[in-house]
């Protein structure tokens, strides 16, 4: 089996020729063409990467950290300390290919990207708070307006991102991922971020955060001229600039994220 290892471009925790060498051992053949499977080494960000940039099915290998602040890799099927026997396990067919669902983002009606996890749109270090309306249709149909830091639109894998602060606030505690609240296969989730203000139309509503339905489409404009980013469709780290002119649009994407699941059956493979 031929797989390519894939690291953090800037930062990476591990580096190739380590990685190559735990392939040796377990039995397969590091290749940049034409891979197999891809051996995605970081953390949530990076995992978040190339979640939405490859086709392959892709393992995602967290590496331990005993810093507050080192990488969580709450999407880590395993960690590096044990990478060589998982690869051996998907040596011996011992695993599963799970397509997760993606977002598509567009601006304007041009498509910048897609996302695996989430997207969201906040302020800059120019702007105070963000005045934006979020408009829903589709599964269901309401528009609201929002003060605060921005909003987060995310699929199921996203729930531990931004979609998951409420949950920390809440309990004021450290949290297993476990114990977040999880976005459904079929749902789409979306969070205002720190937000000072939110009213629903017609209702007395102040939502923080919620799902709708897969299906539905997700608009969001500033209604306030404003240093406003869009993250999560661009390596750029600062963003993709929005204007009060422009509409965002998130919706379901036709593309999927295949991830390897470990310890299951051959014939489970897809």
């Known amino acids: 089996m031929r797989a390519t290892v894939l690291l953090d471009r800037e930062r990476p925790k591990i580096s190739v020729g380590e990685v190559r060498d735990v392939l040796r051992g377990a039995g397969l053949k590091f290749s940049t063409e034409n891979p197999e ?49 998982a690869l051996i396990g998907i040596r011996d067919g011992r695993y599963t290919v799970v397509r997760h669902k993606r977002l598509e983002v567009r601006k304007n009606g041009r498509k910048l990207g897609e996302v695996f996890t989430d997207v969201y749109l906040q302020r800059g270090i120019e702007s105070n708070g963000l005045r934006y309306r979020v408009e829903v249709s589709g599964g269901q149909s309401f528009g609201e307006s929002a003060i605060g830091d921005g909003v987060a639109i995310c699929t199921r894998a996203g729930s531990t991102g931004y979609y998951s602060y409420p949950d920390k606030i809440k309990t004021g505690d450290w949290l297993e991922s476990s114990r977040y609240t999880i976005i459904g296969d079929d749902e789409i989730g979306v969070c205002h971020i720190v937000p000072t203000f939110t009213s629903r139309d017609g209702s007395s509503l102040q939502p923080l955060r919620y799902t709708v339905p897969w299906e539905s489409r997700v608009t969001v404009r500033l209604v306030r001229e404003a240093d406003a980013r869009l993250y999560g469709v661009t390596e750029d780290r600062r963003g993709v600039r929005v204007e009060a002119k422009d509409l965002v649009t998130v919706m379901p994407s036709a593309g999927t994220t295949r991830l390897i699941k470990l310890g299951a059956h051959l014939e489970s493979k897809s």
Do not use: C
């Not at 490859?54 to 044990?82: C, H, M, W």
């Open 37 to 85: 499977i891809g051996v995605v080494i970081g953390g949530d960000g990076v995992f978040s990467y190339y979640g939405r940039m490859q086709n392959i099915p892709l393992l995602f290998v967290g590496v331990r950290s005993a810093q507050a602040t080192g990488s969580k890799a709450f999407l880590a099927e395993t960690y590096f300390d044990e990478l060589e026997n």
